[in-house]
């Protein structure tokens, strides 16, 4: 009889359970999904109110410190985009 290793039984186990609203992804990911290009998602932050606001990974305030989305956040947003496509 096959059994499969405890360490890949918890893997499948996280991946059955995968939460897109605790999911956080950064900007490569962020630009793939919405098909923005980096400067243009920075521009959506500040005059789109509607844009996924982004996450802090650190307790750093400069320029530079690390953030991301949430991924259903993101989801969200462009079934918004679509949606407004279809009403136009």
């Known amino acids: 009889m096959h059994t499969t290793p405890d360490h890949?039984?918890?893997v499948a186990a996280t991946i059955h359970q995968f939460d897109p609203s605790t999911f956080i992804i950064r900007?490569?990911?962020l630009c793939a999904i919405t098909g923005l290009a980096r400067?243009?998602?920075?521009?959506r932050l500040k005059d789109d109110l509607t844009?996924?606001?982004?996450?802090?990974l650190s307790d750093s305030?400069?320029?530079g410190a690390p953030v991301g989305?949430?991924?259903a956040e993101?989801?969200?947003?462009?079934r918004q985009r679509?949606?407004?496509?279809e009403v136009a």
């Open 51 to 56: 844009f996924p606001k982004p996450v802090p």
């Open 61 to 63: 305030k400069s320029r």
């Open 82 to 85: 679509i949606a407004l496509r």
């Open 27 to 29: 900007i490569p990911e």
């Open 8 to 10: 890949l039984q918890s």
């Open 74 to 78: 993101v989801q969200a947003w462009v």
């Open 39 to 43: 400067p243009t998602v920075y521009k």
């Open 69 to 71: 989305w949430v991924l």
